[in-house]
């Protein structure tokens, strides 16, 4: 007996048992089938039963066999949205025991993963966060740059006369400071710039530069900036490339590190 052959069929059967009530409308029931397609390990329907799962639809499905799909989809194939709703699982006891270390786990390869689920919940769970604008060169900026600029990655000349003029952002978790990024305005270019976005190690994959970059941008906006220009790491742009920042120019170095700058023009 091919049993490959007849697990492929299976598989089938199923996705097109779903599909025929997600045209009916009856998304209950389809639910149903694409988390059995899942169980036998199809992608494509672990993807959608977490896609729909977002839209709220099939609540009413089995417990017990969405927890199991979710684990192979997070163990299996390391989707994001299924380690969130994993974590979730464990969080509130759906389909399996309540387990908060294990919640916390999945919620944290979720965020590292992208899902900005995972990280609103490890955030809920785990720091409290605030966001704080400074003027000058706050201590607090200055020792989180250190941490990651200087110490980290080795840069020699972190600090300079643009710190005196420049909008410092210090993200604190509780009173340790954590993430820090500065704005400031060129006259040459004609444009504001963001720059120095540092995040200590222990923090990533929390949305921390995401934070900064919108609190940066809204910022800008205050004073009326149409623009906002970065000199990016080269190796970070498709970060910046999420944000609608987009390189123009050549490349250049700074401290033997590849750069380009990236701008990201506001609607008027």
């Not at 704005?183 to 530069?209: H, P, S």
């Amino acid at each position: 007996m091919d049993f490959k052959k007849q697990k492929q069929e299976k598989i089938e059967f199923f996705l097109d048992q779903a599909e025929q009530y997600d045209f009916s409308r009856e998304h209950a029931k389809a639910m149903i089938y694409y988390i059995r397609a899942g169980l036998l390990g199809d992608e494509r329907a672990i993807r959608i039963v977490c896609n729909n799962v977002k839209t709220g639809y099939g609540l009413s499905y089995n417990y017990d066999e969405f927890f199991r799909c979710m684990k192979i989809g997070a163990e299996n194939y390391r989707i994001a949205d299924a380690m969130y709703e994993l974590g979730v699982c464990y969080s509130s006891g759906i389909g399996t025991e309540k387990n908060e270390a294990e919640a916390m786990h999945w919620f944290s390869e979720g965020a590292m993963a992208g899902s900005k689920e995972a990280k609103r919940s490890l955030r809920t769970y785990n720091y409290d966060l605030t966001i704080t604008q400074y003027d000058e060169l706050s201590p607090f900026a200055m020792l989180v740059r250190t941490s990651v600029f200087v110490n980290e990655q080795g840069y020699k000349n972190e600090f300079d006369f643009i710190d005196e003029n420049a909008h410092h952002f210090v993200i604190f978790d509780g009173k340790k400071p954590v993430a820090t990024a500065r704005v400031y305005f060129d006259a040459l270019m004609e444009t504001y710039c963001l720059g120095r976005i540092a995040v200590l190690k222990d923090y990533r994959g929390l949305g921390l530069g995401e934070d900064l970059i919108e609190a940066a941008q809204n910022y800008v906006k205050d004073l009326h900036g149409r623009n906002l220009a970065l000199h990016a790491q080269v190796s970070k742009m498709s970060f910046y490339e999420r944000f609608g920042y987009q390189a123009e120019g050549e490349q250049d170095e700074d401290e033997g590190v590849p750069h380009v700058w990236m701008w990201k023009r506001f609607a008027e």
